[in-house]
């Protein structure tokens, strides 16, 4: 098992990344708790509820199910935990579990955030996407109007992350948990790149996983303790989202993960730092390694048009240019304003190139 | 003018106390923002919110009205408040300022400190009892099954007071916050208690309110700045609060206001300290001031099982015993724990001579 360490403002929390940990959850709780509740959705629930319940057997626990999808972060679900909280007699010595993926992560970790003004929560990521999403202490429901909107920067007590728990994910999820992976290595680590773009994602290893993660984990970790509040480099996790999140927004939830998305706003990203820096950057060997492993890379054409203005609304940014992640070589980001007229040039190129390689 | 420092667990900031500072809003602002949103209730929008809005009519002002009372604290009112800062194009330089007493300061700080995870906010307290609550970060709406539940710590980024909106408080209100303005003396600071219990309600002066506030406040900040989140001697300002919440829930709200049962309280609990500690407090001093500036001390007869039900639904500690905060002294607080029975005895008595008294 490996143990990472995050530094909050507030705190400092573990993350334990190994194999088999939710039958020992009880052993890593950071003190002695009044009552645990944990939240999970009904995928989730189905595979590994019964096993964390049975770990903290001796505890005084109570758990609630939500349906599973980005849908349940809403209003109405963040109220109805509060009210379950209440019902089971939470209080300020209590502790929420938020045992699922980064939906569960999210709506679990405000409704922690704000009963009775805050209790302790522990993150327990079911996915490999959450390994992002589960350190950085971000948590948030939608508004109808925008993702994460309504929300809070509010750390784990800990993170316990159980790879076995990974096996059970569908290749889709695998590809979207991988993507950020990427993204986290043309970050800030050259040899997670180079360890990551020779993993054939059909035959994972629990050990390949725990190395891979713990070294993802540890690169966003020191990104958000520079920077927690997102004012300046934790921007730089954004590499990728700037056309992956308009992607998302246009083709809707679904077909694509929001990795697989991801994946293509990297291939753009390092497109464009090499047209803006004059380099090269291993455009090809990333498109072949995403190829290699299935991931969907044939897109409906899409009016560059249409894509500027959702990557403007998705920053609340209307009537400003563009900031995008650019990479002046992988370990090295940089931010970036790229005009309007640029921008969609770019995009058209892009498009004109993917559909040609996909042909 | 006075000016008060509060120094919270993220950031200290200023709070200004005087006459006519709603006329200069724009020079109390810490820095420049995008956009400021003002959230008031329909009473002090009536009053005040114009003069407010004058003052800022070189920045981007957006605001909304939201009906006054207790009621405004809930999870709808939440939400359409965040769809308006939504519409109104509200980003993460934004300002909120809750213009109003204590309901819109907790429901607009609750917006602030969630809005896209947290943006800056104002406190334009309108009400003398919002004294104490616009200092200590303290932010929350209700749940329907019970008060302040869900919330978060939020420091604002200042405190502007400007007592002339005070001159239009009715005297339920003027009460209702000198009550917690003896319950902060009796707490710290026994020259400010000389200078309240000679007070008389109904010819107060802009300076003497200045000065007993600025006071006050200072009181307050000094306990939280030692435990911001409630854990240890922030407890002391419920001195008072353990029977007036109580009377609060079982008298509803209308007849009494918050300060006026609270005041109650403090007889009380300065009742139990004497008995506790065989000594002897300025109660007598205490009801007479009460009585002679028109505090509604007359209850109807309650089941004292039934009060102290409600203290430990309150408390959310069924099963545990009630603590109080007793006085060893003026100035001397102190928690203890108040067996069943013996509290069952007190609010006896209590009851008993307040009866005869007022016979």
Redesign the interface.
Known sequence: MNESRVKA??HTYPVYIGENLRYQTDQYLPKSFSSIFIITDETVAAHYLQDVQKSLANETIFSCTIPAGEQSKN?DTF?HL??KA??Y?L?RQSLIIALGGGVVGDVAGFVA??????IDFIQMPTTILAHDSSVGG?V?IN????K??????YAPASVIYDVQTLHTLNDHELRSGYAELLKESLLADKELYHSLIITDLSFLTSDKLIEQLTRGIDIKAEIVEIDE?ESGVRKYLNLGHTLGHALETILGYGSWTHGELVAIGLLFAIRVSEKTYAIQLPYEQLYTWLKDNDYPLQLPYIDPAEILAKMKKDK???NTTIQMVLLQDIARPALMEISDKKLLNYLYDFQIEMKQRSE
Do not use: C, P, S, V
């Not at 955030?113 to 805050?118: H, N």
């Open positions: 403002k507030t209003i109220y509060h009210t209440i019902e007699g209080d955030a704000t009963f009775m003004r805050g971000k948030a508004h109808a109007q925008g994460n909107l309504i929300g809070n920067f509040h609340k940014t209307l």
